[in-house]
């Protein structure tokens, strides 16, 4: 089938590169404003309690909890200065009621916690206009020029503007990764292939990927919230993927014209093996992606809708677009060489420095293995005490106003006045009723004398609303605080009434609830479905489980080293990042559904050509060192050439994109070099022929629907010389 394909790619080609035209430049200017329609952050679970208990707030008391704090501060005057007052006051009372809802400062609250130590500086807290995240930074996009006070140092933060400018952040940081990561990756192209012509196709891949995915992803937005978060994930994967199943494509193609095939003969067998693996390949990652719809969070959905298309648009292209143009293109891929032509080898067994070096592995198979799995686990050791945190203002750099908002909130001030696990409470009865309003007191007495608690007070009533305020000390995504959280909701409520939990604090407790329930059924989901992919690829029983396994391995040194860098703060002064002492929870899962996607990947290339060869030879030993050096090296510069943009990436200053590119670099050549290469190769040689081994009723389901990777039209020898280069 996928022959046949191949050669109605050649015969249809001219109609398919225009429509790949056509489709560029529509999805490229629709995709152009998808930035304008995604949402910030998006880490919470919306059916959380704790959102539940924002939305009862911000329709009974919207003053309370601010979407964003406003620093003024001038170094000569205080603010008991008339002068100080008049700027700061008149400055918010001119912000136009459409967009601000509420405000609170300091001259109407007399609140001490608004006003800092030394008297120089206080902040007003604001409510935006909106129901959701996007709604309300929509708002502040259109006061956020109208807040500097005349005369005064004015700085920015809270949630809805640090959102913001961690989105503005965001879409810079990627442009500035799009910019260095094209000619790196043009220059390792030319590299790879050795001429000028082959080397484009891969990148051109990449970049209507990334422009299909943009597109996409802005389609989305118009039925449901996507984060901003997105975006780096459709980078990434739009060019680093595109470009991996790009250099496949051309290098199959390359080798079959040295063999001596007409160009349709040439893309027919193209399809049927470069292209049957891009296929699993994809098809596997996607899989582990879509996993990710299964949380509750904006984020983690977010990621798999900018995946899910990243992958899936790379194999289109890759499959249909690429194939059109290399017919187009024929011999001339190999044209504007940049070296002289090399002897050609072949790919039979005994030749070949990627063959002796499989050799050389599978003789000292326990060495291998034993130091690898040694390595690994050495390297995960620090992922047993990882800690976890919420994001905030410290994912952004100093120069940031949020991050400058936080860090003057934390130092200059005695405490956040708006702090606080807040009970909201819908009640029986109105809440001024002299019933309820002695049960409510009596709520808060005893919510107040709650270990952990430093004191609680009724801080709001509105119909059959309240709300009691409990206050701690300490951080309020740290495990007390969450302790504490979980304590306040076993206090017996008010008859009849029902409490939900909101603050930051809350918020943590109920994401790592959400993250805790969800999680076995993931990967319950990404084990299941990716052993069936696998073994319809290969036809193997014990080939899916070492893949599983070796992921298992990889994804836990991953972790492990992140834990080791970014929450202990190791290597802080040479990445450029300050350490918060913990990871966001939904980033470990995120990183867990790409690295095991994309292990995958690299697992699907090696041993399609593995088991080619065994279709061919017959013996699983010679096989194995046949199929590393026919693909050995292709796949560790498709591995190098996915970490240029995932390095990129890894320069941004915001903490969360740091640590993705970081932890992905370190996962993908870990993965390639360590896991599929040095650790694949021995164990395929402790299981020898049982590695392709499976029993006769899947043996049979097998040959009748799996997909078969060395399916070659007949008459074709496998042993023909190949150039090297590819």
Not at 53 to 64: C, L, S, T, V
Not at 303 to 318: D, E, H, I, Q
Not at 542 to 570: E, R
Not at 647 to 652: E, P
Request: a neutral charge; glycine letters at 10%; hydrophobic letters at 45%.
């Amino acid at each position: 089938m996928f022959e046949r394909f191949g050669r109605l790619l050649h015969r249809r080609r001219k109609p398919l590169l225009i429509l790949t035209l056509l489709f560029a430049v529509l999805s490229g200017t629709y995709g152009a404003g998808v930035f304008g329609s995604l949402t910030p952050l998006g880490f919470q679970d919306p059916g959380s309690d704790s959102e539940r208990a924002a939305q009862i707030a911000e329709d009974a008391f919207p003053q309370r909890t601010p979407d964003a704090v406003i620093v003024y501060r001038d170094e000569d005057r205080t603010v008991d200065d008339p002068s100080f007052q008049r700027a700061v006051v008149r400055q918010v009372e001119s912000l136009p009621k459409a967009d601000v809802t509420g405000y609170l400062h300091y001259w109407q609250t007399k609140m001490p916690a608004q006003v800092s130590h030394d008297r120089h500086a206080t902040y007003v807290a604001l409510n935006l206009h909106g129901s959701s995240e996007k709604a309300k930074e929509d708002a502040y996009k259109k006061i956020k020029d109208k807040l500097a006070a005349p005369g005064l140092e004015t700085l920015q933060g809270g949630t809805v503007p640090t959102g913001f400018q961690a989105g503005e952040k965001i879409e810079h940081d990627l442009r500035t990764a799009e910019i260095l990561s094209a000619p790196v990756l043009f220059l390792l192209l030319l590299i790879v292939f050795g001429g000028l012509t082959a080397a484009f196709l891969p990148l051109l891949v990449g970049v209507l990927s990334i422009v299909g995915s943009m597109a996409v992803l802005r389609s989305i937005s118009t039925v449901t919230d996507v984060s901003v978060f997105a975006m780096s994930l459709v980078t990434i994967l739009g060019l680093a993927v595109a470009i991996d199943y790009g250099l496949l494509i051309v290098s199959r193609y390359r080798e079959e014209l040295a063999r001596g095939h007409t160009g349709e003969e040439a893309l027919g067998r193209t399809v049927a093996t470069a292209g049957r693996t891009v296929v699993i390949s994809g098809v596997t990652v996607a899989t582990a992606l879509a996993g990710l719809t299964l949380f509750p969070s904006t984020f983690l959905k977010s990621m798999s809708y900018g995946g899910v298309a990243a992958v899936v648009l790379s194999v289109l292209f890759s499959l249909v677009a690429l194939p059109a143009l290399l017919a187009v293109l024929g011999p001339k891929v190999n044209a504007f060489p940049l070296r002289r032509k090399k002897s050609v080898h072949p790919t039979t067994a005994g030749e070949g420095s990627w063959y002796r070096f499989g050799h050389g592995l599978m003789r000292r198979r326990w060495i291998v293995v034993v130091g690898a799995v040694g390595l690994l686990l050495t390297l995960a050791l620090p992922f047993s005490k990882i800690e976890f945190g919420s994001i905030n203002a410290q994912q952004l750099p100093s120069s940031s106003q949020g991050r400058q908002v936080f860090t003057t909130m934390e130092r200059d001030f005695d405490g956040d006045a708006v702090k606080s696990i807040d009970s909201l409470l819908v009640l029986k009865s109105a809440a001024t009723s002299k019933e309820q309003g002695a049960e409510l007191q009596a709520y808060a007495e005893r919510l107040g004398a709650t270990e952990g608690a430093t004191g609680a007070r009724i801080t709001g009533t509105e119909g059959t609303t309240a709300r009691v305020s409990v206050t701690y000390d300490g951080n309020p995504v740290s495990t007390q605080a969450r302790d504490l959280v979980n304590r306040l909701k076993d206090v017996p409520e008010p008859p009849g009434a029902r409490a939900y939990f909101g603050g930051e604090s809350a918020v943590y407790d109920d994401t790592l609830d959400a993250l805790g329930e969800t999680l076995p059924w993931m990967l319950l989901y990404i084990a299941v479905t990716t052993y069936i992919l696998l073994f319809l690829a290969f036809g193997s029983v014990l080939l899916p489980l070492k893949a599983i396994a070796m992921n298992l391995l990889s994804l836990s040194a991953t972790f492990g080293v992140l834990v080791w860098i970014f929450q202990d703060g190791h290597l802080d002064g040479l990445l450029g990042f300050d350490p918060t002492g913990n990871i966001e929870p939904n980033m470990p899962i995120m990183l867990f559904a790409l690295i095991f996607g994309l292990s995958m990947d690299y697992e699907v290339f090696l041993v399609s050509r593995m088991k080619e060869q065994y279709d061919q030879l017959g013996e699983s030993t010679p096989a194995v060192a046949t199929g590393l050096q026919s693909i050995g090296r292709l796949v560790v510069s498709a591995a190098v050439l996915m970490c240029v943009p995932l390095a990129a990436i890894g320069m941004s200053d915001v903490l969360t994109m740091k640590l993705f590119g970081v932890g992905m670099v370190f996962a993908v050549l870990t993965d390639v070099l360590v896991v599929r290469i040095l650790l694949g190769t021995a164990v395929m040689r402790l299981l020898g022929r049982a590695a392709w081994w499976a029993p006769g009723p899947l043996a049979r389901f097998y040959t009748r629907y799996g997909i078969k990777e060395g399916d070659l039209p007949e008459g074709e020898p496998s042993e023909k010389p190949v150039p090297v280069g590819i």
